[in-house]
């Protein structure tokens, strides 16, 4: 087989058929749409710092052979964007750029194979069925850590790995690096990887995932509970309710351009209160109305004695695909108690149940999750450092810091609110609890 790796700026030109081929799992956020989306509406560029390079991988076919400039059938890819900064990840190495700069070296740009804005786990390495997957996975990352070495960037990262890519990755346990490279020159930027291919660390971390337990309604998940949290779940739900305040499910599809806008705006209000500069457009969201609309899930709440009682106070965003919901953003104009765990956790649950969804992933962060049923979970990530010194002194802290979030992970479960028994620490795509 005749391979061919390309490198493009945009997904312009590719057929998005072609690309949603290498998405054999169904994750919306890898979804040529969702993807394309973000960079046709102005979410990517120059003022966002993240500039799109995409890896394809071609095979020939015998009708391209003979044609210019045609590679073939698309048969692997891989997202990646060239960052000047680490905002919007949500694998935090601010402290890794802080070393760099403290030793007279550049940190940025890096390389980072991700979703922008989005901290949900995820394919990364996307291959079609019919191509062997460690095989094409191997080209596409000795090729993705060639280029960095040859346009001297500080690093690559595949963040929010699935776990069948983080195999691909890193292997299936953590690679001794007890025998790495003898240290560089100062400036040396990696020539020295070992004929196995580049080094690549495996990083952990912590986030909160719901797992239907095949509940054939909210009481039905209520009743797995322990009395004392079933209690407190039933009154915070019956805060909003006592209220007034109603709450509707809607498709992206279904929203009037109207609607939209009032998304947005509840999406810039949260940003510009807490994270700074929102990133993503009011085009955008408008986009994934009209080509994404099936895998959105806006969620309004209305509040019948609001001075507009037509206009929703509060609205929650989430995204589906893959068995699995992704919440992901949240805002609103008046605060009302308890309505953030309804629109963002409760009715996403709802949601999950009614729909036989088997996991809800709602978004990084938040201990607070826990007891309403979310479970502690490990997600991953792997990264390349160009310089073999900082790449050694980043893998003894990743060693370290990974016994820590393993025991933080075991440790928190015990903040579950199901009646359980003992439970065994699992990752992304397995359940940690039983009831």
Known sequence: ????????????????????????????????????????????????????????????????????????????????????????????????????????????????????????????????????FQAMADVMINSACQYVNDQQFSSLHWLFTSPKDCVALCGETERDLSSAEAPAE???????????????????????HWHNNHYESFEDFLGRCTAKRRKTLRRERRYVSDAGITLERR????????????????????????????SLTEDFFRLMGSSFGESTLIVFAYDPNDSRPAQPVACSIMFHGGNCLYGRFWGCRREHHCLHFEACYYQGIEHCIENNIARFEPGAQGEHKITRGFVPTLTESAHYIAHPGFRDAISKYLAEEQKHVRERCTGLTDLLPFRQEPITLGTHAHSVHST
């Open 251 to 278: 498709s992206g599809s279904s929203l009037s351009d109207q609607e939209w806008a009032w998304v947005h705006q509840f999406y810039e209000a949260t940003f510009e209160a807490k994270w700074g500069n929102p």
């Open 186 to 208: 100062e400036g040396d930027h990696g020539d020295s990887e070992s004929a196995a291919g580049p080094t690549l660390l495996r990083r952990m971390d912590c986030q909160y």
């Open 1 to 132: 087989m005749s391979l061919t790796l390309e490198i493009r700026g945009s997904l312009e030109n590719i057929p998005a058929a072609d690309w949603n081929a290498l998405n054999t799992d169904g994750n919306p956020f890898v979804r040529y749409e969702f993807l394309h989306g973000l960079e046709a509406t102005g979410c990517l560029g120059a003022d966002k710092g993240w500039y799109p390079q995409y890896f394809l991988l071609w095979s020939e076919t015998p009708e391209s052979a003979d044609v210019e400039d045609d590679f073939g059938e698309l048969v692997g890819a891989m997202p990646a964007y060239v960052k000047t900064h680490s905002y919007g990840e949500f694998v935090f190495d601010w402290a890794w750029a802080e070393a760099y700069q403290r030793h007279g070296d550049e940190y940025y740009p890096k390389l980072v194979c991700a979703v922008p804005f989005t901290p949900a786990t995820g394919p990364r390495l996307l291959i079609r069925d019919d191509q062997p």
